[in-house]
């Protein structure tokens, strides 16, 4: 079973619109959670911390559901500039200091 | 700009080449990281340095070699690669050392695209 799961898209939606997209993870020792952004041919950047409670930062929510062993990520009002991936990131807890990436979600804002 | 800086941005090198990435954070973090990026891949963690000492390798094959000479500095040594090596080599750094909290917040230089003819 892979470890960070995501719907690779793409989802394609128009400008204004609201779009939600999840990921799963297996570990459910996971202790912490990130979504990061990634523009095409660019490197990954921090877009929010996923917290416990859930999480807004203007027009991106996030939520964690740990029964689920799922996080979210809500777009409102979306813009042509969200067009890019969004990967979802898992902090497993293992020895290894690192982080475990999904594949992305590849999202297209539409005019 | 992040704070990570990577050299050179592409690369192109023979299979019997040898050539070095070179990766300086100026965030005062103190761990480091080499990842690959392949197309229709998620990233894959190469090699992780928590103040200058390695902790994990993930079985990445020896002809790359990391080298990390300080908390700033991290290089990623090439050797006699193979065509399905070429991909996107990104460096991140972390202010944590360990995987709890919010410390292993990662920051990503532009990374180094790799070509291997």
């Known amino acids: 079973r892979k470890e960070v799961e995501q719907d690779p898209g793409p989802f394609n939606v128009p400008e204004g619109a609201t779009v939600a997209f999840n990921c799963t993870y297996s570990?459910?020792?996971?202790?912490?959670f990130f979504w990061y952004r990634q523009d095409c041919r660019k490197e990954p950047k921090l877009l929010m911390s996923?917290?416990?409670s859930g999480n807004e930062d203007g027009r991106f929510t996030a939520q964690l559901n740990r029964a689920s062993q799922y996080i979210s990520l809500l777009i409102r009002d979306s813009k042509l500039s969200d067009s890019a991936t969004y990967l979802c990131?898992?902090?497993?807890?293992?020895?290894?200091?690192?982080?475990?990436f999904g594949k992305g979600t590849h999202l297209i804002i539409q005019p | 700009e992040t704070g990570v800086t990577q050299t050179p941005r592409h690369l192109v090198m023979g299979m019997t080449n040898k050539k070095s990435l070179k990766c300086e954070q100026h965030?005062?973090?103190?761990?480091m990281y080499w990842y690959k990026q392949s197309a229709k891949k998620p990233l894959e963690l190469m090699f992780v340095?928590?103040?200058?000492?390695?902790?994990e390798n993930n079985s990445v094959p020896s002809r790359f070699s990391p080298e990390c000479p300080n908390s700033s500095h991290l290089f990623l040594h090439l050797h006699t690669l193979q065509p399905e090596d070429s991909a996107l080599y990104l460096c991140?750094?972390?202010?944590?050392?360990?995987?709890?909290?919010?410390?292993?917040?990662?920051?990503f230089g532009a990374g180094t695209r790799l070509s291997v003819l």
């Open positions: 991140a750094s972390s202010q944590g050392t360990s995987g709890r909290a919010w410390g292993n917040i990662q920051y």
């Open positions: 965030l005062g973090h103190n761990a």
């Open positions: 570990n459910s020792a996971s202790q912490s």
């Open positions: 990131v898992v902090d497993s807890g293992g020895g290894a200091d690192g982080l475990t």
């Open positions: 996923v917290y416990s």
């Open positions: 340095y928590s103040l200058e000492e390695r902790v």
